[in-house]
Every structure is written in C-alpha cells, then in structure tokens.
C-alpha cells in the first residue's frame, strides 16, 4: 500500500479542533508528528486537493511542496477590518455543536463569515445578523449573494447591539466575533456594549441555549456574565496575527 505524507497548519491553540475534524473526517490517517501549530500524518490519499473539505486548519502541504489555503472560502468577497480568519469561525461553530434546526445569532456580523460558514457547512435552519456599520452589511450583503443561500434562512439587519428590536425567545446559538477594543472601538465603549450582549441573551436565548464567543475582554466577560447566573468557560487561547483571544463558552445556570 503506498502512503502519502501531508503536513497540516493551523493557528496556535486551536490543534484539538483539528485534530477533532481531521479524525472525524480521515479517521484512517495515520499521525506522524503534532505541535502546536503543524500536524505531519500519512494518508492513502494520493492527491492534496482531496483535502479541501478540512475548514479548521489553515494550510495543507504535500510532500512535493504544493500548499492549498483551506482558510480561503470561495464567496468571501466583502470584508471588514478586524474579519476573523474563516478557520476560526469553522472552530467556533464546531465548540457551538451546531445542529440542523438551529437558529443562530451573530449581533457583531461584520461580513457575515460566522453566519454563512453555520448555514453552508453546518446546515442549520436559519441565522439573524445584525452590526452597527453599515459597511458590514454591505459586505455581509455581498457575501450573501454570492454563496447563494436562499433569503428565507437569514436575517441581515444594521443595528447597534443597544437597541436590537427583537423579542422572540427562540435563538439556540449565539456565536460572535466580538469587538476586542483593540483595532475597533475601545474598553470604555466595550462595557456597554458587553452589558447589552449579556441583556440580549438573558433575552432572546432558549433555556438550553449557549453563547460561543471570541474575545480578547477576558476580565469583562467574566464580570459581565457574572457566576450567579451564567456558567462561564473558557476552551482556547488562540494566536490570531499577534492577538490572543479566548473562545469562551457561556450557558445559563
Ligand atoms: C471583531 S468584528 C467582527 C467581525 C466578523 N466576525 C467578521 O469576520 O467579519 C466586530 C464587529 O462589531 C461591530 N460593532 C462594534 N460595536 C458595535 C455595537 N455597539 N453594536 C453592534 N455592532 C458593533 C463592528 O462594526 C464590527 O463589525
């Protein structure tokens, strides 16, 4: 049996996801080699392009050199400063263990990367996005279009997360991109912004329903989703172009 070597890259903290995806979806490869940012393993796959479907990591690289971009989705045309690499919001619906008849939440959609990468790879029932810049919604708007998803699974809507006009308790998942107050906004403005988050999902989240959320506001997540009320945990640091967020997992108590 001849065997091929692939070496997979992926941002630093985030190996459990893909190592999670890699087995689920290759659970016959063999692992040579893990740090925490490369996986070496062995395949009988004789062609890199067979690869194409692993959304967590960010390349893949096969013995004669030849490197695939796996963070590179195909309808992301808009895009917005501080956009998070499409690997990560595949990690972040994963953490979220999305399931089919899901509606998710994202009120800090940027370019809608989170929201289009629940409904085009997870196939979940319908998801509702909303962010204060309406350069957002038009790039989210583009992107939209251009992966062809019908218009009755997602709401698209310009809105500071303060005053979001929606009451129907029936969101299962929030998962977002928060502002980190490093390349947009600041920490003062972030209270506020935390604090209307914390409102909305005491709001508008089912009783079973959880928030998966990256930031880089570890202390005022924890001060926002205070211990009485919500369970919070923190699953991974992870190294985004020089920035550390956390993916923190929140469910009510
Ligand atoms: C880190 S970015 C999220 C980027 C997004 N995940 C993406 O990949 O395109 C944070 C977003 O929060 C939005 N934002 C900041 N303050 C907000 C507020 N008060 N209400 C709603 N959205 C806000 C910004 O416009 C920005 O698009």
Not at 78 to 97: E, Q, R, T
Not at 132 to 150: H, L, M, T
Request: glycine letters at 4%; aromatic letters at 10%.
């Amino acid at each position: 049996m001849i065997e091929f070597t692939y070496k997979l890259k992926f941002l630093r903290g985030t190996l459990k996801f893909v190592s999670q995806e890699l087995k689920e979806k290759y659970p016959d490869i063999e692992i040579i080699e893990e740090n925490e940012f490369e996986t070496v393993f062995r395949s009988e796959e004789e062609s890199v392009e067979k690869f194409r479907n692993l959304y967590s990591p960010t390349h893949i690289e096969d013995s004669h050199g030849r490197v695939i971009n796996l963070s590179r989705r195909e309808w992301r045309k808009g895009f917005v400063p501080a956009g998070i690499n499409p690997s990560l919001a595949y990690i972040l619906c994963m953490v979220a263990k999305l399931k089919k008849e899901d509606i998710l939440l994202d009120p800090f959609c940027g370019s809608s990367v989170i929201p289009i990468t629940a409904l085009k790879y997870f196939n979940i029932k319908r998801v509702i996005c909303s962010d204060i810049s309406s350069k957002a919604i038009s790039a989210s708007k583009e992107n939209f279009k251009v992966v062809g998803i019908e218009e009755s699974r997602y709401k698209l809507f310009r809105s500071d997360i303060k005053n979001i006009k929606i009451s129907k308790r029936n969101i299962d998942k929030i998962v977002s991109n928060l502002p980190y107050g490093i390349r947009v906004g600041d920490h003062s403005g972030n209270v506020e912004v935390y604090k209307s988050l914390e409102l909305l999902a005491k709001k508008l989240l089912r009783k079973k329903g959880l928030l998966v959320l990256l930031t880089q506001e570890k202390k005022l997540i924890r001060e926002v989703f205070r211990r009485e009320e919500w369970n919070v945990k923190s699953l991974a640091r992870v190294n985004e172009g020089g920035l550390f967020p956390e993916i923190f997992v929140i469910r009510k108590k």
